[in-house]
C-alpha cells in the first residue's frame, strides 16, 4: 500500500484469476463460504485486500450467483469488506474448453516435468481464446481510467496481457505465471506457442518464481519470435512493446493472521491425533495439497514404504496424515491419480498396520486454512515432495505455523521453494533410497537441531513475505511507468 501511494498515486489495482477467492456454496438452505485450496489465492488475497482493489475471476459456486449485485459484484471478506469481487460467468461448454481442456490438460502438464502427456485440442484452444476475451471485456468495464494496474494470474490466461493491452494502450499489466516455465524444446510441443508468447508480451512485466524460469521463457521467446531480446536487463521488446522478464519468488502473508486464533502447539497435536485416530505418541508424517499429480503424493508413499520395510522398529512409531483437497476430479489424470493413492495406501496398510496402528491415513476432502493450519502444528515432520512446482506455498506455511521452532520440512529440489528454504531436507522425489533417508533422519533428528534449521527458514520467509513479493513488482513497474513518461516528453 505504501509503494502504490508513493509510486504509483491514484493507482486502481485489478487482480484477475481464473480461481475466486471466497466460493459461495449452497448448502440446504444455508449459504457456505469455502476458501479455495490454491496458493495463488492465499498470496493474492492479502495483496488485494492492502490495496483495495477489484479482483475478477470465474464464479464457480453454487451460490455465487445469489450473493453479487447488479453488476455481478460483491464486497469481501464477508466479515470485514475490504475489496470488491467481481464475477465472471462460464457455461460448461467454456469451462470444458478452457480451463479442464487447454489450461488443465494442455499447459498444466506441458509446463511440468511430470511426464504426463498434455493434450492439446482445436475447440480448447477456441474456448480458451474466448474466455480471455471476456475477461479482457470485464477487465475494460471494470476500469476506472486509462490507467489501471492490472495484476494477471497465471496459465489460465495467456492471451489476457495483449488484449487488455490493445484496449488500454497505457495499463500497467503484471502477468504472474505461478507454475514452471518449460524449456523451449518442450514448450515448442504446444500447436500455438507463438500465440501464447505474443499474448504475455503485452504485459509491461512478466514473473516467475526463479530465474531458471526466466530464462527458459527469455530462450522460448528467442526461438520463435522475431524480437530484441537485452539479456543483462531481462527485457524484450516486441511489436513496439517492452516487457520486464523478473522472478519474484512469492511467498504468504507474515506472521499469518490466523496464527494468533489457533489452539498452541501442544494442544494441536493431542487434536489432530485423537481426530485422526493416531496414537498419542505416535511420530506424524504430514502432506497437504490439492490431490494432484505433479505433488508426488505415490513418492511420499513410496517413501513410507521403504522406510517400514527397511527399518521395521519404525512400525507402530510412526504414521503418515496425507490431506489432498479434491481438484480437477473429472480430468481421467487426476482420477487414476486417486485410485492410486487409494490403493497404495491401502497396501502399505495391509503390509505395515497392526492392531490399533494404521500407518497411512488419507483424507480426500476440503480442509479450511485454519484445519490445515493445525495439521502442520500438530506435525513431526512435513513432507513436500513435488515432481515439479512454481513455488509451493505449503512449505512457507509450515513453517511460519511453527513458532515453536519444531517439526523438519522434507522439501523437494523441484519445487521453487528449495532455492530459499536451504536448511529443509532437500530430496529427489525421483530417488526412494534417498527418500526413506531423509525420512528417517527427519525423525531422529535432535530438538536442537530441528530448531536452528527452523529459526533460519523462517527468518527467511518472514523477511520474503508476500508483501516483498508484489511490492518488487509493484515498484519495478512504477519504474517503468516514469521512464514512459520521460520517453513521452523527450
Ligand atoms: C495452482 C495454480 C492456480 C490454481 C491452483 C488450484 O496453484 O497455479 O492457478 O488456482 O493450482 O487449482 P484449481 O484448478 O482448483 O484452481
Redesign the pocket.
Known amino acids: 500500500r505504501h509503494i502504490l501511494a508513493k509510486e504509483l498515486p491514484d493507482a486502481q489495482v485489478i487482480v484477475v ?3 475466486e477467492p471466497y466460493i459461495h456454496n449452497r448448502n440446504g438452505d444455508e449459504i457456505q463460504l469455502v476458501v ?6 492465499s498470496a493474492l488475497e492479502p495483496i488485494t485486500r492492502a490495496c483495495a482493489g477489484t479482483w475478477i475471476a470465474y464464479g464457480g459456486g453454487s451460490a455465487d450467483p445469489l450473493v453479487v449485485d447488479e453488476n455481478d459484484r460483491v464486497e469481501v471478506p464477508p466479515e470485514n469488506p475490504s475489496y470488491t469481487l467481481r464475477r465472471v460467468w462460464l457455461s460448461e461448454e467454456e469451462l470444458q474448453g478452457y ?1 479442464l481442456g487447454f489450461a ?1 490438460e494442455g499447459l498444466w502438464p506441458l509446463c511440468h516435468i511430470a511426464f504426463t502427456r498434455p493434450i492439446f485440442r482445436a475447440s480448447d484452444w477456441e474456448a480458451y481464446e474466448a474466455v480471455n476475451r471476456k475477461f479482457a471485456d470485464t477487465v475494460v468495464a471494470e476500469a476506472r481510467n486509462e490507467r489501471p494496474i492490472v495484476l494477471v ?4 490466461f495467456a492471451l489476457l496481457p495483449r488484449m487488455i493491452r490493445e484496449r488500454l494502450p497505457e495499463a500497467i499489466i503484471i502477468t504472474f505465471w ?2 514452471p516455465w518449460p524449456n523451449s524444446e518442450v514448450f515448442s510441443i504446444c500447436p500455438w506457442r507463438e500465440k501464447i508468447l505474443e499474448g504475455l508480451l503485452g504485459s509491461s512485466i512478466v514473473g516467475f518464481h526463479t530465474q531458471f524460469h526466466c530464462n527458459n521463457f527469455i530462450d522460448s521467446v528467442d526461438r520463435f519470435l522475431e524480437s530484441r531480446i537485452e539479456r543483462e536487463d531481462s527485457a524484450i521488446s516486441y511489436g513496439g512493446q517492452i516487457s520486464l522478464v523478473h522472478a519474484y519468488p512469492i511467498s504468504i502473508e507474515w506472521e499469518p493472521p490466523r496464527l494468533s486464533k489457533l489452539p498452541a502447539v501442544a494442544e494441536c497435536r493431542r487434536l489432530i491425533r485423537d481426530k485422526f485416530g493416531f496414537a498419542e505418541n505416535v511420530r506424524l508424517c504430514v502432506g497437504v495439497e ?1 490431490l494432484d499429480y505433479t505433488k508426488g503424493i505415490l513418492d511420499r508413499l513410496n517413501a513410507l514404504d521403504e522406510l517400514l520395510t527397511l527399518h521395521p522398529e519404525w512400525i507402530g512409531k510412526v504414521a503418515f496424515l496425507q490431506v489432498a483437497a479434491p ?2 476430479g473429472t480430468l481421467p489424470a487426476y482420477q487414476q491419480l486417486y485410485e492410486e493413492c487409494l490403493r497404495h495406501a491401502e497396501d502399505i496398510n495391509q503390509r505395515h498396520g497392526r492392531e490399533g496402528y494404521t500407518p497411512v491415513v488419507l483424507v480426500t476432502e476440503h480442509h479450511s486454512q485454519a484445519q490445515v493450519y493445525e495439521i502442520y502444528r500438530a506435525a513431526d515432520v512435513c513432507m513436500v515432495t513435488s515432481l515439479h512446482d ?1 513455488m509451493n506455498l505449503v512449505a512457507k506455511e509450515f513453517v511460519a505455523a511453527r513458532e515453536d521452532e519444531q517439526g523438519v520440512l522434507l522439501l523437494s529440489m523441484f519445487a521453487g521453494a528449495s532455492k530459499e528454504l536451504l536448511e529443509a531436507l532437500i530430496v529427489n522425489p525421483y530417488d526412494a533410497a534417498m527418500m526413506g533417508d531423509a525420512l528417517l533422519q527427519a525423525l531422529t533428528m535432535s530438538p536442537e537441531e530441528q530448531s536452528q534449521r527452523m529459526r533460519r527458514m523462517r527468518e527467511v520467509v518472514r523477511e520474503n513475505n508476500v508483501y516483498r513479493w508484489a511490492g518488487s513488482m509493484l515498484f519495478d513497474a512504477a519504474r517503468l511507468r516514469k521512464r514512459d513518461a520521460v520517453d513521452r516528453a523527450v
Open positions: 484469476s481464473n480461481r479455495p485450496a490454491s496458493g495463488l489465492v480451463y488443465n494470474q497465471d496459465y489460465h505461478h507454475i490439492r481438484s480437477r512454481g
